[in-house]
């Protein structure tokens, strides 16, 4: 499936030229660059954000105003809620919150802590199913929040299990942005991070997505040993430290995430599904 690189599409190498329908990628672009930070756009702002010329965003935007996914408010284009049609059939179809929560929510009751799985979406992580401590923490995440994978310990997680194409494609295509003063950037020493994360099985991060967040997470591998995903515990450092989380939250995370694979080998649309996310199988 065609991938993203910020908000600018290119085709893969495993689909033809001739099968490949630009339009149709041009559309899921302009829909993909609206978010919570940027819900209203003009169509100039939708141009520089896809990177496709005016009149391109300007006949996506009608088109998708015309089938209802876009409406107008004065100059500014914003979607409706039509397009939770696009994510209808795949959440009533393969439910992976249904089928993850309980095992979640193991780790919720033995530590105290929110804990998720995400996949890698391109750049970024996507959550595809969570459970909240009920803390009133800084960051509560979602199905379908997204974050970068850089400065997360899901996205570590996952990173250090992939192939180098999927680690250079997020460490190498553009600066990455320093969310916090420990926010680490430099692709060299990230990747001395993620060496250090396959040496011990597991990633941490603390106060480098956001200030006041703590988190650590194992990767969840298919049978090659690569990642599919990542399961995490989260929490506050007032609660703990990240060493601390390091030492406590392994043997729990251990017991969930063969939980989570044990029911993906027995829901092969679920896992079908997480593989297909994926963008790293190079």
């Known amino acids: 499936m065609p991938y993203f ?18 339009s149709l990628a041009k559309g899921l ?10 819900p209203e756009l003009t169509l100039s702002e939708v141009a520089e954000l896809t990177r496709i010329t005016p009149a391109a965003a300007r006949r996506s935007l009608l088109t998708l105003q015309e089938l209802g996914f876009v409406t107008t408010h004065g100059r ?7 397009v939770l049609r696009l994510s209808e059939a795949f959440l009533s179809s393969v439910s992976m919150q249904e089928v993850m929560q309980q095992f979640l929510q ?57 192939p180098s194409s999927v680690v250079s494609r997020v460490l190498d295509t553009g600066a990455l942005a320093k969310l916090t003063e420990h926010t680490e950037t430099d692709p060299a020493r ?16 603390q106060d ?10 194992l990767p969840i591998l298919d049978q090659q040993g690569r990642a599919i995903g990542a399961v995490n515990c989260s929490t506050s450092p007032v609660r703990t430290s990240m060493e601390e989380m390091l030492t406590s939250r392994s043997k729990i995370l251990r017991e969930v995430r063969d939980r ?9 649309v679920l896992l079908h599904s997480v593989v297909g996310t994926q963008g790293n199988r190079s």
Do not use: W
């Open 5 to 22: 690189t910020g908000y600018s599409f290119r085709m893969p190498q495993t689909t033809k030229q001739t099968d490949f329908v630009a």
């Open 29 to 38: 672009e302009v829909l993909q660059c609206f978010s919570r930070e940027r």
């Open 76 to 82: 500014q284009f914003l979607l409706t809620p039509r």
């Open 106 to 162: 193991l780790a919720v009751d033995a530590t105290g802590d929110s804990s998720s799985v995400a996949v890698l979406d391109d750049k970024e992580i996507l959550y595809v199913a969570s459970v909240s401590a009920q803390r009133n923490y800084q960051l509560t995440p979602t199905i379908g929040t997204r974050y970068p994978a850089y400065c997360t310990s899901l996205g570590r997680a996952i990173l250090a299990y992939s």
């Open 190 to 205: 990230l990747r001395k991070k993620l060496a250090l994360v396959r040496e011990e099985g597991i990633a941490g991060i």
């Open 208 to 217: 480098e997505l956001a200030y006041g967040v703590v988190s650590v997470a």
């Open 260 to 268: 989570i694979s044990l029911a993906l080998s027995q829901h092969p």
